[in-house]
């Protein structure tokens, strides 16, 4: 599966507690219940290559707290969030507390962990909701032992890498007609 680019409040001190989200958003584990409005986010962002349902269901499957377990009592390797709007929601401007505005997840086995997907809607994009997922990813990779988070971008997608840049990701190497289409994937590297 192909990773993706596009004050939270989650209660525990676990990762992802204060990751500098702006006000107004907060976030939280994704769940089952998230997948259908997950996916419509996801076909408008990836179109050519979003995930369908099963990949998210087969995801969350093995979601679980660092030293836990995952629904199959193996040890938990994944951790999914959504950044949803909080009550703070302006309704009259078409927004509802508990709307999903990002999403993101990573895969966690052994010492270098990876961005299975990340991706933020347009609405809401250029206000800090990706950074702030990246620092709850690299937050969490680091709670779960990895010296290394890893993820694949696209070549033409220079937001995302510039992000990605920020926060400390160099290119490792490029993963020629990676996606669909056969456009190239960089590989980026942040050392933990």
Do not use: C
């Amino acid at each position: 599966m192909a990773p993706r680019d596009a004050e939270a409040r989650d209660g525990g001190g676990r990762p992802g507690a204060d990751v500098g989200l702006p006000a107004g958003f907060m976030l939280r584990p994704m769940t089952v219940w998230d997948i259908p409005e997950v996916l419509a986010h996801e076909h408008a962002l990836f179109p050519l290559d979003a995930w369908p349902a099963r990949f998210y269901e087969e995801e969350l499957a093995q979601v679980g707290p660092a030293g836990g377990a995952d629904a199959h009592g193996r040890p938990a390797t994944r951790d999914y969030r959504v950044v949803v709007r909080d009550e703070t929601a302006d309704v009259d401007a078409g927004e509802h507390p508990g709307d999903i505005v990002g999403y993101g997840g990573i895969m966690v086995a052994g010492d270098v962990a990876d961005v299975q997907t990340i991706g933020t809607v347009t609405a809401v994009q250029g206000r800090g909701i990706g950074a702030a997922q990246l620092r709850w990813m690299l937050e969490e990779a680091a709670a779960r032992g990895a010296r290394g988070l890893m993820l694949e971008v696209r070549a033409s997608n220079d937001p995302a890498r510039r992000l990605y840049t920020r926060h400390g990701f160099a290119d490792v190497r490029v993963r020629r007609r990676y996606y669909p289409g056969g456009e190239d994937a960089v590989v980026m590297l942040k050392e933990l």
